[in-house]
């Protein structure tokens, strides 16, 4: 199973979580992209339109690719490109299984996934029969 590993990496804290997502998914044996091992390498055009057109575009072909998106979902903040990458992969029939780290959840993240789990339960979630699991919780 190739999986699309959606997450800000921008703190320690987020980090941390990403490399700990990377290295279950990454055991179990599963394909995994993850942007923050695969960012657009071009140190004189960091932050140049060059940059952000071809880090958009090599996101979006690896959603493309991937037969599911994990996505870290810390709630009420939300990175507005993790979100980004949650919508289009509902936009384009790929499931999201959000590993939700925050207190609470924006409606417009939990009802577009197709499950809802604890970082618990991302080393031993069934991605073959990807079972529904609805969020609950505090949500706006």
Do not use: Q
């Not at 090599?58 to 996505?71: E, G, K, L, T």
Request: charged content about 25%.
């Amino acid at each position: 199973m190739k999986i699309y590993l959606a997450s800000p990496f921008f703190n320690e804290t987020e980090l941390e979580n990403v490399e700990k997502a990377e290295n279950i998914l990454f055991k179990r044996g599963f394909e995994v992209f993850s942007p923050r091992l695969n960012e657009v390498r071009n140190e004189e055009n960091i932050g140049s339109p060059l940059w952000s057109k071809e880090t958009f575009m090599n996101d979006r072909r690896f959603i493309d690719w991937a037969d599911a998106v994990v996505m870290l979902y810390y709630g009420g903040y939300s990175d507005s490109g993790t979100a980004w990458e949650c919508g289009y992969a509902f936009g384009t029939n790929t499931p999201v299984v959000a590993v939700h780290l925050g207190e609470d959840s924006n409606l417009m993240i939990h009802e577009s996934c197709h499950t809802n789990i604890s970082f618990d339960e991302l080393s031993t979630y069934d991605f073959n029969k990807m079972p529904h699991k609805p969020y609950s919780g505090k949500m706006f």
